[in-house]
């Protein structure tokens, strides 16, 4: 009977010990699982840069710097906005021949199939703040975005303002960026008043602006069919 007892006892424990193992194992992979779902981080060489928001990486990918927007360069014979060619210049200065190391932001690839995410520098330097900070970049709102992100990319956007740097001086010169704004309280766009655009926005979402230097501060990005950029 002790024996039969001792046995039982022994298989209970060996079950108990397997179960153990196995929700271990679960635990694991649902970590690993998250862990993939999630930002991921590596270090790179960059071969070209055609932009200031964009790069290509030695091994072909691309990468979109994110939360950030900068001036396009002129296609098919088209001129470049104001500050492209400066912001493509401190792109190239910033990263020079040293790697960089990624860190992909949800959700991690654009339309075009660029990787999302930011850039830093060995010396702990982030290319889209940097761009932010000199004036160069504006920040560019999208869906999901870490709220910690659009306070500081916005906190910098509105020193560089302040501050005259960069394009920003020339920019909201412009009698296109000291008219009126209506913004898109779900999209965090912002669109001239009386463009269709504008009318377009239900009523609940639309929120008004005396000009872009207030749409920028609360966080709103100009859309790029009116990007002030190019007038």
Not at 34 to 39: H, I, K, L, T
Not at 84 to 103: E, F, K, Q, W
Not at 165 to 178: C, E, I, M, N, S
Request: aromatic share 8%.
């Amino acid at each position: 009977m002790n024996t039969f007892l001792s046995h039982k006892s022994i298989i209970t424990d060996s079950f108990h010990a397997i179960a153990r193992h196995c929700a271990l194992c679960l635990l694991l992979a649902l970590v690993l699982c998250v862990d993939m779902a999630g930002a991921a981080t590596f270090t790179a060489r960059v071969r070209w840069i055609p932009d200031g928001d964009t790069i290509r990486l030695a091994d072909g990918r691309w990468v979109r710097l994110v939360g950030i927007d900068t001036p396009e360069t002129g296609k098919d014979g088209d001129p470049d906005q104001t500050g492209a060619a400066d912001a493509r210049a401190m792109l190239r200065s910033l990263i020079g021949r040293d790697s960089v190391t990624i860190n992909t932001v949800q959700p991690h690839k654009d339309r075009h199939g660029r990787l999302l995410g930011t850039v830093r520098l060995r010396d702990g330097r982030v290319c889209n703040e940097e761009l932010l900070r000199v004036g160069l970049a504006f920040h560019y709102w999208f869906s999901g975005q870490p709220d910690s992100m659009v306070k500081r990319y916005t906190a910098l956007q509105s020193a560089a303002i302040a501050g005259e740097r960069g394009f920003w001086p020339k920019v909201l010169d412009t009698r296109h960026a000291k008219r009126k704004w209506i913004g898109n309280a779900h999209s965090r766009r912002a669109f001239p008043k009386g463009s269709s655009a504008a009318k377009d926005i239900r009523r609940k979402n639309q929120v008004e602006f005396d000009n872009l230097r207030e749409a920028l501060e609360q966080g709103y990005s100009p859309a790029r069919k009116y990007s002030p950029f190019a007038q």
